[in-house]
């Protein structure tokens, strides 16, 4: 818990995945960074379902998202990803807290 009774995600499991890819292309851990954004995006749900309001932040700016906001973001083998536009971004670097 945080002084002003905020709560921070933390990750459990940060390891890759130590399955071998069966198809060439694909990157190593595509499977442990899909795991941790479906975590990630579950807890983000949790709270909502709380009643409290989740922040998305980065060193420069700060989303606020409600139960609205769920089609706005989503888990892909790429990571946690969060619509700006019309396109897609990345939202695994961001620090999710709840309030």
């Known amino acids: ?54 922040y998305l932040s980065t060193v420069y700016r700060c989303w606020k998202l409600g139960p609205k906001h769920a089609e706005n973001l989503k888990a892909t083998r790429s990571g946690l990803l969060m619509r700006s536009g019309k396109s897609w971004v990345t939202a695994d670097g961001c620090a999710v807290r709840a309030v």
């Open 1 to 54: 818990m945080l002084s002003d009774g905020g709560e921070h995600w933390t990750p459990r499991d940060t390891g890759t995945d130590t399955r071998e890819s069966k198809m060439v292309h694909e990157k190593p851990g595509t499977f442990a960074r899909w795991a941790e954004a479906r975590k990630k995006l579950a807890w983000i749900s949790a709270r909502w379902a709380e009643g409290r309001t989740v």
